[in-house]
Nanobody, 122 residues
Framework: QVQLVESGGGLVQPGGSLRLSCVASEELDDYAVAWFRQAPGKEREGVSCIRSRAGSIEYADSVKGRFTLSRNTTKNQIDLQMNSLKPEDTAVYYC????????????????WGQGTQVTVSD
């Protein structure tokens, strides 16, 4: 069973940037991978999802043009570059993996990291 470990969270001012990384215990080329987030009192929501290998990347409308998901196959790693951060981006961010998904929603993903906190505030 693949294990996922996130890093890179922290406190950043509005307009700033952070890069989250998720390192896996095995190659992720054949997995669908994703980033989700959960703010206090809210449901976990999809930020960005990609099916295996050359699949197109999906982004939530709220992060389009600001966030970029990328794969680093040599490091068994996926990253989330977050630019122009807003206070409403504050949440715990999770990476996830699955063999396949139809919709970029939490129930479609079977493997999860422990999460990393991102706080956007003055």
């Amino acid at each position: 069973q693949v294990q996922l470990v996130e890093s890179g969270g922290g406190l950043v001012q509005p307009g700033g940037s952070l890069r989250l990384s998720c390192v896996a215990s095995e190659e992720l080329d054949d997995y669908a991978v994703a980033w989700f987030r959960q703010a206090p009192g809210k449901e976990r929501e999809g930020v960005s999802c990609i099916r295996s290998r050359a699949g197109s990347i999906e982004y939530a409308d709220s992060v389009k043009g600001r966030f970029t998901l990328s794969r680093n196959t040599t490091k068994n790693q996926i990253d989330l570059q977050m630019n122009s951060l807003k206070p409403e981006d504050t949440a715990v961010y999770y990476c996830a993996a699955s063999w396949w998904y139809y919709y970029c929603i939490p129930s479609e993903f079977s493997h999860w990291g422990q999460g990393t906190q991102v706080t956007v505030s003055d």
